[in-house]
């Protein structure tokens, strides 16, 4: 099969401009050529239409897309079923008369029409509305709507060819002598036009590029953003920062553990080990558990490779997810199997934490961005395949956890309304922009914004929409842990999945060193 560079026509004419009247000449010798090639064997083509005409770069046209191609045995045979494009079927096949070869002759020339003002007649009707139509006597055949601007010669060769009573409509061999096919210029007429999409493709793609490169997804907040972050444990109460939505002061804190906190206007419980304390002394100790609850970053490092390795790793293969196939991805609950046997896990939900915390470093990630980690055969992801100096910087990201433990407590989240529609326990884009800038002491805003898209990116938050770009606007977020259809982990199950996770991870760190050694 030849292959046809420059494309369908339809293409061409919606892409560049409608053709002109020496390249629509050469366009319908090419055709009658094929047609009478396809009459003369007794084949009925019955879908004659711009997108099915193809252009190479030499300048030839192709007709394609035989489909809907039917063969008369006989010499007198014809077909009566109606199929085809309804704006290009001839009046015989929409009234499901007998026809033969005719039928493509008038869908020749509504695609020269077609050709020469970018649609077919009645376009603009409903298909219902323009089959009757053209199948009703009382109708004169479509023509050309620029009465001028055409030569009487293509005006007489579209005549020809719509001709109502098919007996009279002209073959593909008596249009080939026609005036208009006699007067076809030279073929270098059609290499100019496939030239010039082709340039024009060219162009859009390199546009398309420089967008992709311009809007491509941002993987690591980076080092200065990392530096702020560190920068918090000199700020035990965190009470200087600025700006409408920065962290709130609270007079009183009911402790209900070393790592959890709640605030109460009043204390109901009065029995020990329950104490009151005051909200920077909770802030300062919740900042050491949130350090010490992590994955080191050397093991995070080696749990990385450890899952992507092709051989080894996960599973991952080509899958479908909301009827789109996705390459190279792996399905929750087989990265959950996977670390409790690597890293010796008691339980699904210790592995979910750490399946977790991986997408939190960026390392993986919903295949479409909208999903939490979770154990689930319905949820498929891919890991992040980034250079190895961003993978080392994503590695090194685990204090980002406490700045998202920080919005969640800083953040005025509360029950709204959004287009009508409640958003339950939901922030606002641009007060998160704001608590971020107050808390950083930064004041680069476009700084912020790109560190709230990423956290959207790595599933800490989202669009009440699910929208996957970040707005610093007015519009509602909710973080994934406010959401009920979405597992939950206790701090307790984090703590001890960490635990296990770094205690693993470090032996098999000195087992490498040992053989490497």
């Known amino acids: 099969m030849e292959f046809c560079d420059a494309g369908s026509l339809a293409t061409v004419i919606m892409k560049l401009e409608p053709l002109n009247e020496d390249q629509i000449c050469i366009v319908m010798k090419d055709m009658l050529t094929g047609l009478e090639y396809l ?23 192709k007709l394609a897309d035989l489909g809907v191609a039917a063969q008369l045995n006989g010499t007198m045979d014809n077909r009566s079923t109606a199929i085809g494009t309804p704006y290009w079927m001839a009046p ?16 020749l020339g509504i695609t020269a029409i077609e050709f020469a003002e970018k649609k077919p007649p009645f376009f603009d009707m409903v298909p219902m509305r323009a089959l009757f139509i053209i199948a009703t006597g009382t109708h004169d055949p479509p ?166 390795d092709p051989k080894t790793g996960v599973e991952r293969k080509t899958r479908m997810y909301r009827l789109r196939s996705h390459k190279d991805c792996f399905i929750g609950s087989d990265c959950v199997d996977f670390l409790m046997t690597t890293l010796e896990l008691d339980s699904r939900d210790e592995a979910g934490v750490i399946g977790e915390a991986l997408m939190h470093h960026g390392l993986i990630q919903h295949v479409l961005r909208s999903e939490p980690f979770q154990d689930s055969r319905q949820f498929l992801y891919r890991f992040v395949e980034p250079s190895e100096e961003t993978l080392e910087e994503l590695c090194h990201e685990g204090k980002l956890a406490y700045l998202v433990d920080l919005m969640r407590w800083g953040l005025e989240i509360r029950n709204r309304r959004w287009r009508h529609k409640p958003c339950p326990m939901s922030f606002l884009g641009n007060e998160a922009v704001d608590w971020i800038l107050g808390t950083l002491k930064i004041d680069n805003r476009e700084l912020a914004v790109g560190l709230c898209q990423v956290l959207m990116d790595r599933s800490v938050f989202h669009h009440v929409n699910f929208n996957d770009v970040f707005q610093d606007k007015g519009a509602p977020y909710r973080f994934y842990v406010h959401d009920k259809k979405y597992d939950v982990y206790t701090t307790q199950t984090k703590k001890t999945a960490f635990e296990k996770a770094n205690r693993i991870l470090a032996l098999k760190r000195q087992g490498l060193k040992s053989s490497s050694d």
Not at 39 to 61: C, E, F, P, Q, W
Not at 92 to 106: A, F, G, K, R, T
Request: some cysteine.
């Open 92 to 107: 015989e096949l929409i009234l499901q008369q007998n026809y033969s070869s005719e039928v493509d002759i008038w869908s």
């Open 143 to 308: 023509s050309l709507s620029d009465k001028n601007k055409w030569s009487p010669e293509f005006h007489d060769f579209i005549s020809k060819c719509l001709v109502k009573d098919p007996s009279q409509r002209f073959t593909a061999t008596q249009l080939l002598q026609h005036p208009f096919i006699k007067k076809s210029p030279p073929r270098s007429v059609l290499v100019e036009l496939a030239q010039k999409y082709h340039q024009f493709r060219e162009s859009k793609k390199q546009e398309k590029n420089k967008r992709g490169t311009g809007n491509k997804k941002q993987l690591s907040v980076g080092a200065d953003i990392m530096r702020h972050i560190s920068m918090l444990e000199d700020q035990p109460g965190l009470g200087n920062s600025q700006g409408a939505s920065s962290p709130r002061r609270v007079s009183n804190i009911v402790i209900l553990s070393p790592a959890c906190a709640l605030k109460k206007s009043e204390s109901p419980w009065d029995t020990p080990p329950l104490t009151v304390v005051k909200s920077k002394h909770i802030l300062a100790n919740f900042k050491g558990i949130q350090n010490r609850d992590s994955i080191d970053e050397q093991n995070v490092f080696m749990l990385y490779r450890l899952m992507s």
């Open 39 to 61: 009459h003369a064997r007794r084949m009925i083509h019955r879908d004659i239409k711009a997108d099915n005409v193809l252009l190479t770069m030499s300048g030839y046209s």
